[in-house]
């Protein structure tokens, strides 16, 4: 127990706090349900100082209030000499965390901790992508309504609506490759932090990474000025993969995850979902509802007594087509059993596949499904390393900018690393100036840090007590 003892002796302040993030981690790390890690204690000691603030801010909030309710019953209760109450209290906002760190190293479990045990109502955690799209939806929502008003004072609105639904904001795996969330960050956020909202977040970059690279960059650089103005930055330096302990603690982690670099793997997809689901029984297949009336058909559907239901689907259906976090997210929500065939060894050129599946994964991760995997190569290779990246980018020069491949089927074929290049040995469309130019997307040098953080969640969903009992969060 000499590690425990560490981290109660790191904590003695905040363990006064019962349901502070330190004193629930080590109450974890006490059950064996964690494995002790001094980086993470560092984060959660500040997200603990945090919640005393903020848990000392609505006390003194709802004192106020209770001074000001009875200093205006004396008034309405005396005659017109009756001493001025005194002037309301001006809400205190301490600035919130950015969070960042290399995948699995406990980033978001930090975040978990320290939102389950906050003292307020209004609080709200949510996967970035997703908070992203549900603002353009809100944005598109109010031009449908007629709102004549221009962009930025909508984006301000909306802004300040957030602020109102949610005191505490808490974002996972921040991450801004898109355009468009980038133009609009900086009046979004602003306007949310005008209006009193504190953020925390989670991120794999720091705040000066976010956006590199990327197109007009130097009007989402005010949004990093203020984000590191309203958020202390902490990072977790931890070199532990937390995620790859799960499955390395198992002995059959791999029948949820088998590499089939030939063929078709949809029937070993389907077989590996009837270990997982073996009370469900195979049903007709039909297309599956997603996003805006759309659908996605199956390879298999079963169906237990419970009225749960499980799906095999082909890659190709999933990933290979436009679609979104909406769609993804309306699979996972109906299919808590989910097998996934045939997933390629990605080039650079099916990026935006790779990007697809990136959300797929992050979709299923977060609602806790349990998924099969049958893909060419283990999690690690399925896509560039970092290191790769960084080599293309060498070999490749200025380039030339802007390729956003159409959405359509990626290579089936397996790529291979020769010359520093990665290129497809069968497919005549992938030429050097085609990888030239996919390298100077920003979203696409973001995916190497996407897809680390997707290889790292596919291995501990492999792993076999994968989803375990609930989100950290929930216990």
């Excluded at 001493?83 to 919130?96: C, F, K």
């Excluded at 419970?306 to 976090?325: P, T, V």
Aim: glycine content about 6%; overall charge negative; some cysteine.
């Amino acid at each position: 127990m000499l590690l425990v003892q560490r981290c109660v002796r790191l904590a003695p302040r905040s363990a006064r706090l019962l349901s502070s993030p330190i004193q629930r981690y080590t109450d974890l790390v006490q059950r064996g349900q964690l494995r002790y890690d001094g980086a993470q204690v560092l984060v959660l000691e500040h997200l603990s100082k945090l919640q005393r603030v903020l848990l000392k801010e609505h006390k003194a909030r709802e004192k106020d209030a209770a001074l000001q309710e009875r200093y205006a019953l004396e008034r309405d209760e005396a005659d017109d000499d009756a001493a001025a109450p005194p002037a309301p209290r001006r809400p205190r906002v301490p600035r919130g965390a950015y969070v960042f760190g290399e995948v699995g190293s406990g980033k978001s479990l930090c975040c978990d901790l320290f939102f389950g045990g906050l003292p307020v109502q209004r609080k709200r955690r949510v996967h970035f992508h997703q908070f992203m799209l549900e603002i353009h939806e809100r944005i598109h929502a109010a031009r449908e309504a007629g709102d004549a008003r221009s962009t930025r004072d909508v984006i301000a609105r909306i802004g300040a609506e957030l602020a109102k639904e949610a005191e505490v904001l808490c974002f996972d795996e921040m991450q801004v490759t898109d355009v468009a969330d980038a133009m609009i960050a900086e009046k979004l956020f602003a306007s949310c932090w005008d209006a009193g909202m504190i953020l925390v977040a989670t991120s794999n970059r720091p705040p000066r990474d976010l956006y590199d690279g990327g197109l007009n960059r130097e009007y989402f650089l005010p949004f990093v000025d203020r984000l590191e103005d309203q958020c202390t930055v902490l990072e977790v330096v931890s070199g532990t993969d937390h995620r790859r302990l799960r499955m390395s603690s198992g002995e059959h982690a791999a029948v949820r995850y088998a590499v089939a670099r030939d063929g078709d793997g949809t029937e070993t997809a389907v077989d590996l979902l009837r270990g997982v689901a073996p009370e469900m029984t195979a049903i007709d297949v039909a297309p599956v509802a997603v996003a805006r009336s759309r659908s996605v058909v199956p390879a298999a559907l079963f169906r237990g007594a419970d009225g749960r239901e499980a799906a095999a689907f082909r890659f190709e259906e999933l990933c290979g087509l436009d679609r979104g976090a909406a769609d993804y997210g309306a699979i996972a929500e109906r299919f808590p059993f989910l097998a996934i065939a045939d997933v390629p060894r990605f080039s650079l050129l099916d990026h935006d596949a790779a990007r697809r599946f990136i959300t797929l994964v992050d979709e299923l991760y977060e609602r806790r499904v349990v998924a099969v995997v049958v893909a060419r190569e283990v999690p690690d290779a399925l896509f560039p390393t970092p290191a790769a990246f960084e080599r293309e980018r060498r070999a490749a020069g200025a380039g030339l900018p802007g390729l956003d491949r159409p959405s359509g089927p990626v290579a089936a074929t397996p790529a291979t690393f020769e010359a520093s290049k990665w290129v497809d040995a069968t497919d005549p469309a992938d030429d050097d100036d085609a990888v030239d130019r996919a390298l100077e997307l920003a979203s696409v040098r973001e995916l190497a840090w996407a897809f680390r953080r997707a290889a790292s969640r596919l291995t501990e969903m492999a792993s076999p007590d994968w989803p375990g009992s609930a989100r950290v969060s929930e216990s």
